[in-house]
């Protein structure tokens, strides 16, 4: 059978100007059967959004042959059946809307297809319903939320009566509950109407829902399997800069403790996991029975002692409105309290809409509360005499930072901030190189204009812009979003740092993972009322009531609680692979955890 | 929170006025412009006021709401009337101090602020208060369509003009998100002197241009992806048709405003 998408020996290279042109794929040769879902995984920069854009025939190859359908994609006379027949799903949700209202925006693609005027009605009509926008066809499409843009070009695609749909990144821009939604939807449309999809993602979790990955590297496809084939070779995964399932990476990391090896495949999903870690376990205990082996545990962290410390933040029954008295009225926080200890990190954690992001404004001072008091660094948080001042020791960084470069150069927006806190030039600049070292750039890169870095490098100039006005206390408001696995951790590696620095810092994100990985506090919004706050530990572990935010508890503490029938001995309140582990082994061999230490 | 702004002051409704066709009523405002423009003598304005009010009326938008679309005119409105009252010489009217006023002058001052308030009044009636933009662009389009012959871009300026209309929105939060975090870093908008405002609406400025450019960029190849080609081959969702209530008002209308030249030149 031919497959529908056939992509042989293929090669690209972008051309820059005044530089060698840029090969984005190399030698890349894929089939795709008609009705598969196939992911394409690779970290930013691996030539993964380029092969998609090859298959669309938004770009012909410089080499080889692209043949969608039967159709080639050089030729000119196949490009817009082969557009019609492969959707595209972009990366930001804004830049793919054209209509004025959702309806209008649907109707593009047919439009554009000349459609009789019926025909395209009905197109719309189906396409909305099919993705549950009916009752919005006649918004404007900037009131819907990033979940449902996305879904809204999912309907745009659909409405051209495709057999194909490619995801480039269609999710990066989405919280975890929008991302899982979407992908239901995908789901369904693989398994109804037998779509052939191609999703070119960095996220774990939603290649596990395909039926084959290829992962790329460099414009090269390094390797290819079944989800479980891929993420068996942990090193190589991790290597790329990705993710491996919490269970797997657990298992692994059980083996390696256990100077023992599993076999392939054996921890490619859950269960089988669980199954691996107790055979590994039981000849474990064989072996140190026979012999003197006895497995080496790495120490325990215990969490830092909150007792006695000062608080640098006191936040009392705080509610905010926005536009109270019109028809658009929306309670955004209501009588939260809440405090922050000094060189605490606390994580905030809610769903889109639950006020994260209205509940750090007023920290220092963007917006101010109607009801209720903020102290900040034991200054009013309300009195504009006092704003400046926070302002210039307490550090904000929004979503996606990079936006908010302007200078000349990396160095000169670096120092702005520090400029505008009336330094002068011999204190500004020991700063800048302070602030650049932390997120590691170059100094070559500090002369360059911040619009010609790369992504990554744009948001560490960023992040860097504010570490250089050296705040007391930092809050990062989703600064990993739209990263790959390999920058996510990178950014949250900068957190951790700047703590041990004694730098407070507040962290908010919509992700368990990060929260559970980094934070010793935990506060839980939901609704703009505090849901639950108190320390990582005991906040998950308590299932009903994260369950009842909307929240699941992180993968790895989920897996470990499965492990519990098995091994009673196990405190599954714990958070990363490596930790999770070492709690295995000790619980499956009767031994203490090494001697703890404090952070 | 600048999500709730509209762009232009539409007033949502289902009157007659706000179901009539788009082209019916560009084409009716450019009618209505030419009779207020004939319309000289003091009866006849009269009788053209009270059509007017009637639209109002019938366009079932609030008095307040169409008054207030005069508010950006209002000082034009002041000047041209005090302007066309002192220097036009004629029979003395009144005389205070150096100032005087004539006959004439008072006429043409009055006659002056009542047909720019006619004007203001009927084309936001007719466009802007019962129409949405985005309508307007369509009926631009379709009015515009015979000049494609001779080469005039008629769907590439009605592409423009919509997509500028569905981006407002989007660079307006934007530009709050920004100006947000420039504060942050110490940026100040409202205080300091006009060097340091001008150099603070930089801050702004720049990443806004960077990013919408980016955002075209990206729009240019999605909207590639959805086929798009051009206007050639392309039909449309909503297609405009006149409809009997279309014909029978623009009818009525004529008719009225003949009657009225016909009192004024009989």
Redesign the interface.
């Known amino acids: 059978m031919q497959a529908f998408i056939d992509i042989s020996k293929v090669h690209f290279s972008y051309r820059q100007s005044n530089q060698d042109p840029l090969l984005a794929v190399q030698d890349v040769s894929l089939q795709i059967a008609a009705g598969s879902h196939v992911a394409i995984l690779g970290r930013n920069g691996s030539g993964k959004s380029t092969l998609a854009r090859l298959i669309n025939a938004l770009e012909q190859p410089s080499q080889g042959i692209v043949l969608v359908s039967g159709r080639n994609t050089a030729q000119e006379e196949n490009v817009w059946e082969i557009r019609r027949l492969c959707g595209m799903v972009f990366q930001n949700p804004d830049n793919q809307i054209v209509g004025t209202t959702v309806e209008e925006d649907v109707a593009f693609g047919p439009e554009n297809l000349g459609f009789p005027q019926p025909d395209i009605r009905l197109a719309v009509d189906e396409a909305l319903a099919y993705v549950g926008l009916s009752d919005d066809a006649q918004k404007p499409p900037h009131l819907l939320s990033g979940g449902q843009k996305q879904k809204l070009a999912i309907a745009g695609i659909l409405a051209m009566k495709p057999s194909c749909l490619i995801l480039d990144e269609a999710t990066s821009m989405l919280d975890p509950v929008s991302r899982h939604d979407f992908m239901q939807l995908v789901e369904t449309l693989v398994h109804d109407q037998n779509m052939t999809v191609v999703n070119i993602t960095h996220h774990m979790e939603e290649v596990l829902l395909a039926d084959f990955v290829y992962v790329m590297s460099g414009g090269r496809v390094v390797t290819s399997g079944t989800p479980a084939e891929v993420f068996d070779q942990v090193s190589l995964v991790r290597r790329e800069g990705l993710d491996v399932p919490d269970h797997t990476e657990i298992a692994h990391a059980v083996a390696s403790l256990l100077d023992d090896q599993l076999q392939p495949l054996e921890a490619a999903s859950w269960d089988s996991s669980r199954l691996a870690i107790l055979r590994l376990l039981d000849a474990a205990k064989r072996r140190a029975a026979q012999t003197n082996w006895r497995p080496a545990l790495p120490p325990a962290n215990t969490p830092m002692d909150l007792e006695g410390v000062e608080t640098v933040v006191q936040v009392k029954q705080l509610s905010y409105v926005y536009a109270p008295g019109t028809a658009m009225e929306t309670r955004a926080l209501d009588q939260v309290s809440f405090d922050v200890h000094k060189g605490e990190l606390l994580g905030i954690i809610g769903h889109s809409g639950s006020g994260k992001s209205t509940l750090i404004q007023h920290l220092n001072g963007l917006l101010r509360g109607h009801k209720g008091q903020v102290t900040v660094l034991g200054m009013d948080g309300s009195t504009n005499a006092d704003i400046r001042k926070i302002r210039q020791r307490v550090g904000l960084l929004f979503q996606y930072p990079e936006h908010q470069l302007f200078e000349e150069t990396v160095f000169q927006d670096i120092a702005f901030g520090p400029k505008r806190m009336g330094l002068d030039m011999a204190q500004i600049e020991p700063r800048v190189l302070k602030a650049a070292r932390i997120v590691g750039l170059q100094d070559e890169e500090l002369e360059r204009s911040p619009f010609e870095l790369s992504g990554g490098q744009k948001r560490r100039a960023a992040i860097a812009g504010v570490l250089a006005m050296e705040p007391e206390i930092l809050i990062l408001d989703e600064p990993a979003a739209g990263l790959d696995p390999a920058g996510r951790d990178e950014i949250l590696d900068y957190a951790a740092q700047l703590r041990q620095m004694g730098v407070t810092i507040i962290l908010v994100s919509h992700s368990m993972e990060d929260i559970a990985r980094l934070a010793d506090r935990v506060l839980v919004l939901r609704q703009g009322r505090v849901h639950a706050f108190g320390r990582t530990a005991d906040v998950f572990s308590q299932e009903e009531q994260l369950v009842r935010a909307g929240l699941s508890l992180p993968r790895t503490t989920a897996f470990l609680k499965s492990l519990c029938d098995d091994l009673p001995a196990l405190d599954w309140h714990c958070f990363k692979p490596e930790d999770a582990a070492a709690r295995i082994v000790a619980a499956g061999m009767g031994l203490s955890i090494g001697a703890e230490r404090t952070v | 929170?600048l999500?709730?702004i509209s762009l232009g002051r539409y007033y949502p409704g289902r009157s007659m006025l706000h179901r009539l066709d788009p082209r019916a009523k560009i084409l009716l405002s450019f009618f209505y412009m030419v009779v207020i423009f004939l319309v000289q003598k003091p009866l006849p304005m009269l009788l053209l006021g009270l059509l007017t009010l009637v639209l109002m009326l019938l366009s079932q938008v609030p008095m307040r709401h169409i008054i207030g679309s005069l508010k950006p005119i209002l000082f034009i409105l002041i000047f041209a009337f005090v302007i066309n009252l002192l220097t036009i010489k004629g029979d003395e009217l009144v005389t205070i101090g150096p100032v005087t006023i004539s006959e004439q002058g008072l006429e043409t001052a009055v006659r002056m602020a009542v047909r720019l308030m006619l004007l203001i009044i009927s084309t936001t009636l007719f466009l802007t208060l019962t129409t949405t933009p985005?309508l307007v662009a369509d009926a631009i389009e379709h009015l515009l369509n015979p000049l494609r012959r001779i080469g005039f871009p008629a769907h590439e300026m009605a592409m423009m003009m919509?997509?500028a209309?569905?981006f407002v929105?989007?660079l307006l939060?934007?530009t709050e998100?920004?100006m947000?975090?420039?504060?942050?870093?110490?940026?100040?908008y409202d205080t300091g002197g006009l060097i340091a405002k001008a150099r603070g609406l930089?801050?702004v400025l720049?990443?806004l241009f960077?990013?919408a450019f980016?955002?075209a960029e990206?729009?240019a190849?999605?909207?590639?992806?959805?086929?798009?080609?051009g206007g050639e081959?392309?039909?449309?969702?909503?297609?405009m048709r006149y409809t009997p209530m279309d014909i029978v008002f623009a009818c009525l209308l004529v008719v009225c405003c003949t009657a009225i030249l016909l009192v004024q030149y009989l």
């Open positions: 929170m999500k709730q985005i919509s997509i209309l569905r929105p989007t939060e934007e998100k920004i947000k975090a420039q504060s942050s870093r110490g940026a100040d930089v801050s720049i990443p960077v990013s980016k955002r990206e729009l190849i999605a909207m590639e992806a959805r086929c798009y080609r081959g392309r039909t449309r969702l909503k297609v």
